[in-house]
C-alpha cells in the first residue's frame, strides 16, 4: 500500500499528487523530462516538507529520511574515492542501520556480476560501471522500499534488461519494493507491474502497466512497444540460437542469446512486426506466429493494430496503404513475422 499526497511549486508548475496504490511490487513512474518525475521521489523519501506519505499502512510522514526504512538513489550518486569498488560495498553494508532486508555483499556481487571490478578504483570506472556499483551499494544499504531515479541510464540495452531482471530477481526472493522513475516506457514496460504517468507535475494515470501503457499509445505520445513473456528457453546447437516458447501457448520463436534474459520476457518495436493475411511462403525467418486482430486506430499517417497471440498483445505500426490494401477485418487470424530476433543489430 502506497499512498501520498503532495502539493509542490516547482520551477514552473505545481507538483500536484494525491494517490492510493493497494498493491504494488515494481511501481513505474513515467513522464517527459522536467515533469516532477524526481521531486515525487524526493517527498515519498522526505526530502521536502510538503507531502504526507503512508507505505504498508505506516503513515512516515513525520520521519526523517533515515528513519523512513527505505532509500533513495538520485541520478547523481556519488562513490568514496579513496575506497575501491569493494570498499565501497562493504563500507556500506557495514555502517547502515536499521536494515529491514538481509542482502549479503556476495548475494548482491554474485547477482549484478561485478566480480571484475572488485577491485578496481572507482575513478577509473565507465558511466554504466558506475550505475551498476551505485545500484549495488543501494541495495546494501538494506532498506526493502528502493526508489530509483533513472538508475540504468548509462547502460547498453543488453546490460539494462539484466539489471532490470535483477530488480524483479530481488522483489521475488527479498520482498523489495520498488519505485522506479524513467523516461523510457521500455524500461518500465520490461520490469514493472504498476506504471504511474505523469505530466507538468499532474497523474494522467495509474493502474496496470500493460492498461497504463495501452492508454500512452492511444493518445499517440509514444512509439508503441510489445511485451512477450516465454517459458524456459532451449538452446538449439544447430542453429546457435535459443527457442523460446511463448507463455500459455505452443507457439514459439528463436532469438540470440544475447536476447535471452533471466525474466523470460522479450520487448517488440512495433516496426520489427510485418503481418499478412495469409502464411508467408518461403519465409527467411521462422519467426512467425498465428495471431487475431483485435482492434485497429488510426495514429496519423499510421495504423496501429492490436493483435492478440494466445493472451498476449502485440501492436503492429503499419502505413494507411498496407491498412487499406490488406483488406483484414476484426477478429479475423493473421500472420506476424518477428524480424530482428536471429541476428544482432
Not at 505545481?14 to 513512474?29: K, S, T, W, Y
Request: aromatic share 6%; charged share 15%; glycine share 4%.
Amino acid at each position: 500500500m502506497l499512498k501520498i499526497q503532495c502539493h509542490q511549486r516547482l520551477n514552473d508548475f505545481e507538483l500536484h499528487v494525491d494517490l492510493a496504490i493497494n498493491q504494488f511490487d515494481i511501481l513505474g513512474v513515467f513522464g517527459p523530462s522536467g515533469s516532477g518525475k524526481s521531486s515525487l521521489l524526493q517527498a515519498i523519501a522526505g526530502l521536502t516538507t510538503a507531502q504526507n506519505v503512508c507505505i504498508n499502512n505506516h503513515n512516515i510522514t513525520h520521519l526523517k529520511p533515515d528513519k523512513r526504512l527505505l532509500t533513495l538513489q538520485l541520478q547523481s550518486c556519488p562513490l568514496f574515492p579513496h575506497l575501491n569498488v569493494m570498499g565501497n560495498l562493504l563500507f556500506t553494508h557495514k555502517h547502515c542501520k536499521n536494515k529491514s532486508n538481509n542482502l549479503t555483499p556476495d548475494q548482491v556481487i554474485d547477482l549484478l556480476a561485478l566480480s571484475p571490478l572488485l577491485n578496481r578504483d572507482v575513478s577509473g570506472l565507465s558511466g554504466g560501471e558506475r550505475q551498476r556499483v551505485i545500484f549495488a551499494r543501494t541495495l546494501l544499504s538494506g532498506q526493502s522500499v528502493v526508489l530509483l531515479d533513472e538508475p540504468f541510464s548509462a547502460l547498453d540495452w543488453s546490460t539494462r534488461f539484466t539489471m532490470l531482471g535483477a530488480v524483479q530477481q530481488l522483489n521475488k526472493s527479498h520482498g523489495i519494493k520498488f519505485i522506479i522513475v524513467s523516461h523510457s516506457l521500455k524500461e518500465l514496460l520490461y520490469c514493472s507491474d504498476t506504471l504511474l504517468h505523469i505530466a507538468k507535475g499532474n497523474v494522467l494515470q495509474c493502474g496496470a502497466t500493460q492498461e497504463v501503457v495501452q492508454s500512452i499509445y492511444t493518445n499517440k505520445s509514444q512509439t508503441p512497444l510489445s511485451i512477450l513473456s516465454y517459458s524456459k528457453p532451449e538452446f538449439n546447437d544447430a542453429f546457435g540460437l535459443y527457442q523460446l516458447t511463448l507463455s500459455n501457448s505452443q507457439q514459439h520463436l528463436y532469438a540470440v542469446p544475447s536476447l535471452v534474459k533471466q525474466n523470460h520476457k522479450l520487448i517488440i518495436e512495433s516496426s520489427q512486426i510485418t503481418y499478412n493475411k495469409v502464411k508467408p511462403i518461403n519465409e527467411s525467418s521462422s519467426n512467425v506466429l498465428i495471431g487475431m486482430l483485435e482492434n485497429a486506430q488510426q495514429l496519423d499517417e499510421q495504423w496501429l493494430l492490436t493483435v492478440n497471440v494466445d493472451t498476449q498483445l502485440l501492436y503492429c505500426a503499419v502505413s494507411k496503404r498496407q491498412w487499406q490494401q490488406s483488406a483484414v477485418s476484426l477478429g479475423e487470424q493473421i500472420y506476424l513475422t518477428i524480424n530482428n530476433l536471429e541476428t544482432l543489430n
